[in-house]
């Protein structure tokens, strides 16, 4: 059983008992919460071992997300405060504070915030450090009164002497009445909480072994379940192989299914697909003795004809079905083995055989609507837990589920019971957001209550109705984060499966939040190739801290189920990736080619795939980390002015993108966007970050790298280009385009990385690479009046630059035995520093 309350505890005092400042000493000199940290291993010898490794690199990020929320300004500025009372509870100290009305707004419940004597913001040599303690907020407690919780045990404080004379003092200063101190809000702890908790009770997942490991067991000769024959063949019409081979993945009880899906797969398709099988699927020997009673024959498909087909099911029949309805019961009434049913919840598929009486139903079971159970809702009985790592990515889901439905067993369409839980959600998933469902069933309840002289619902009745309507629901959406919350803990049913979307943007303990639910079945589906977690410590980066749990089971052998058809992109635009990022097995649907190719193709310069290479320079805004180039931006307006004044349709529309891997570049694009074309006309262009648009498509993209060349000084190393040299941001960055794909850099900067002089090779072996000149419009304008040969050929100068270039690459890649460009990983770390790692 999860104590959650206990692990809280748990990680409250070891947050607790940290010294800040001499924390944020530590941070400024390069080190952190602990002296050493361990490299993630692609597998461990024992759960001890995995969390030896991952427990201090979980606190060595919580650690990082604090200071980051100060050095960025994030935080609050500190207020005074004045303690009202104070009481001791088991080993934690607990002080309500009274702040000036208005304030507490500012703080919410399991804020990490900082008590101190003077003026955090003050000149620090005037700063009294001794006198200062991390708390932990607990509630709010009318417009005014905050009540905050501290551990100043002095046996349980950090750096020794020091911190216990420090615990004592901040004991007896916090228990003094109207004593007057300052508060600063640091940031919300409660996604750190949920991993710690996760982390703890890691063990109690079932299948733990295999997350350890990487070994997957044996699976069973037969498979336990089946997807039922007019599902089957409904999704045959509409999934190609691989998708299928997908869905079918976890029919045999393996407890742990990885499904890649690189760009424009139909992974989105495919995991409402699955929720289908998922909730539809029935044991094997059920539907193949059903479908003999259908037919009249065993083994085969077709239709019984004349008076067999007319005939009721013999009592020997209906006892034989009966027995291969309860495969927990008899066991495999074919192979006559015992299996045990994999998944309690799933009903087994029932269909009537024909000419079956009303009396001959065998006890319910050749219904067609399955029997009902007391305590259970009718219809499919499988409980499903759906997450992702972020509010878009699960939304997405939902919202195609509410608009397209999913498949039942005759492969027909129907809406299933459906909650989406959580905060910060759509509008457009309103309709089934836990909160609305609760206000909608006690609404009418609260009308006949006041009509009678009652009153509203209580907090109480409300919280008891958001487990019941859980409890109840066919599927559940949730963040990963918010999968952790307190609700989720006391539903007292299950969930058999649990699918999470966008599996390789995750840290792993964040993935284990919604597996410690006592789920039977996990499904990982993502793209280890695309953008991966966001991690802000550097020293957990660097010893693997963001490579998710799919990616280190891929690397450690672990079977995956790869999408390979994509039915995004022009051939031309899918062919670099296809070879580069998923050596050549991505493959192009029938008739991509013909639904992509467009007018503006007529024109080279306009796509499907085409480089310019600008002569342009990097620079830093003033007070800024992130880097532009003014050059690029330029071209880029110059290109897109031309796109809509010869296509107008594309003014009218927005099927334009314009990507970049920097925030100062987006900020520069969109300001350059509005005051060229107007407000009006440039909120038709989608300006954005690489990171802000994973998971979307456009006709047409224009990539700004903004990289350009650096002096190399003698003796030193050569410089590399950031995380523009990321084999994910490349990857993301380059299939967002489903028409035209136009990439603008300097090939000088850009080919010290593996990847981009491949990219570089290939524009120029299809003869679609540009140079242009400025003033840029003039050229660009010659260029398309066919008076000026916009494409070029390298020189061979440049092209024996470009092959050393990739030849050092690859054998640094063979050497190292890590990915093409690994050498620029000190520049991509300095780069996630200014940029945060997303949007």
């Not at 140079?771 to 440049?798: F, I």
Request: charged share 20%; hydrophobic share 40%; aromatic share 6%.
């Amino acid at each position: 059983m999860v104590d959650a309350v206990g692990s809280q505890q748990q990680l409250h005092k070891i947050l607790l008992s940290w010294d800040y400042f001499d924390l944020w000493r530590r941070c400024e000199e390069g080190g952190g919460v602990f002296e050493e940290l361990k490299d993630v291993p692609k597998t461990f010898s024992s759960f001890k071992d995995y969390q030896s490794i991952m427990e201090p690199l979980l606190l060595e990020e919580c650690c990082a997300q604090i200071m980051r929320g100060v050095e960025e300004g994030e935080v609050m500025s500190p207020h005074p405060a004045v303690v009202a009372s104070h009481e001791h509870r088991e080993d934690f100290l607990i002080v309500r504070l009274v702040l000036q009305a208005g304030i507490t707004e500012v703080y919410t419940d399991n804020d990490l915030v900082l008590i101190c004597k003077e003026n955090p913001e003050a000149e620090t040599q005037t700063v009294n450090t001794s006198l200062h303690a991390l708390g932990f907020c607990e509630a709010h407690e009318g417009q005014q009164v905050l009540r905050i919780k501290f551990y100043l045990v002095p046996s349980g404080q950090a750096c020794g002497a020091r911190g216990v004379q420090r615990a004592k003092a901040m004991t007896a200063g916090l228990c003094t009445p109207s004593s007057c101190w300052w508060l600063l809000r640091l940031g919300n702890i409660s996604t750190i909480t949920r991993e710690w908790t996760a982390l703890q009770h890691a063990h109690l997942v079932p299948f733990m072994d295999i997350l350890i490991s990487a070994k997957a067991r044996a699976a069973p000769a037969s498979k336990h379940l089946d997807i039922p024959p007019g599902m089957r063949a409904a999704m045959e019409r509409d999934c190609n192989p691989s998708q299928m081979s997908a869905l079918q993945a976890g029919l045999d009880g393996t407890p742990v299914v990885l499904i890649q899906g690189p760009p424009g797969t139909g992974k989105t398709r495919t995991i409402l697909n699955l929720l289908s099988v998922i909730m539809n699927s029935a044991h094997k020997a059920s539907i193949a003795f059903s479908n003999m009673l259908a037919t009249g024959r065993e083994g085969s498909e077709a239709p019984a004809s004349g008076l067999a087909a007319l005939l009721p099911p013999s009592l020997e029949d209906r006892e034989r079905l009966h027995a291969a309805q309860c495969p927990w019961l008899y066991g495999d009434v074919r192979s006559g083995k015992s299996t045990g049913n994999c998944r309690d919840e799933v009903t087994p598929y029932d269909p009537i055989p024909q000419g079956a009486g009303v009396h001959d139903d065998c006890f319910g079971l050749l219904r067609r609507v399955a029997p009902h159970r007391l305590g259970r809702n009718m219809g499919p009985k499988a409980h499903v837990l759906v997450c992702a790592p972020s509010n878009s990515a699960l939304d997405e889901i939902v919202m195609r589920i509410l608009r397209s439905g999913l498949m039942d067993k005759d492969g027909a369409n129907f809406a299933p019971s459906l909650v989406r839980v959580g905060v910060r959600s759509h509008h457009s998933v309103a309709a089934v957001s836990l909160d609305n469902i609760v206000d909608s069933r006690l609404g009418a309840g609260e009308k006949g209550a006041k009509s009678a002289g009652g009153g509203s619902a209580g907090a109480a009745e409300r919280d008891r109705m958001r487990v019941a309507i859980l409890d109840e629901a066919n599927i559940v959406c949730s963040t990963l984060s918010f999968a952790g919350s307190s609700v989720f803990y006391r539903l007292s049913r299950k969930f058999d499966v649990v699918v999470i979307d966008e599996a390789a943007q995750a840290v792993e303990p964040s993935t284990l939040v919604p597996m410690v639910m006592g789920c039977k079945q996990v499904y990982l589906v993502g793209d280890p190739v695309q953008l991966p977690a966001t991690v802000i410590a550097t020293r957990a980066v660097e010893k693997g801290y963001d490579c998710s749990l799919f990616k280190r089971l891929q690397t450690a052998g672990y079977p995956v189920k790869i999408l390979d058809t994509q039915y995004r992109m022009h051939p031309e635009i899918s062919a670099f990736p296809s070879q580069e990022f998923y050596q050549g097995r991505l493959l192009n649907g029938e008739g991509v080619e013909d639904e992509t190719t467009q007018p503006w193709h007529s024109q080279p310069a306009f796509g499907p795939f085409a480089f310019y290479d600008i002569a342009g320079k990097e620079s830093t805004p003033p007070g800024g980390a992130s880097i532009m180039n003014k050059a690029e931006v330029h071209m880029v307006l110059v290109i897109y002015r031309e796109l809509v004044h010869a296509y107008p349709q594309l003014r009218r529309s927005a099927s334009v993108a314009v990507i970049s891997p920097y925030k100062a570049q987006v900020k520069l694009l969109r300001d350059t966007f509005c005051t060229a074309l107007g407000e009006e006309a440039a909120r038709l262009v989608d300006i954005n970050t690489i990171d802000g648009f994973q998971g979307r498509e456009k006709d047409i993209c224009i990539f700004s790298a903004v990289r350009s060349p650096a002096v190399i000084k003698k003796g030193g190393r050569r410089p590399g280009i950031g995380f523009v040299a990321d084999e994910r941001r490349i990857n993301v960055g380059i299939t967002r385009a489903r028409c035209s794909l136009i990439v603008i850099g300097n090939i000088r900067a850009l080919q010290v990385d593996g990847h981009w002089a491949n990219l570089i090779h290939a524009a120029i072996t299809r003869r679609c690479l540009y140079r242009p000149k400025p003033p840029y419009a003039n050229w660009m304008a010659d260029v398309l009046a066919g008076t000026v040969v916009g494409r070029v050929e390298p020189t061979a100068q440049e092209m024996s630059a470009l092959e050393k270039s990739r030849a050092r690459a690859a054998r640094l890649a063979a050497e190292l035995g890590a990915k093409a460009g690994e050498y620029a990983a000190l520049d991509v770390m300095g780069d996630l520093e200014g940029q945060g790692g997303a949007v």
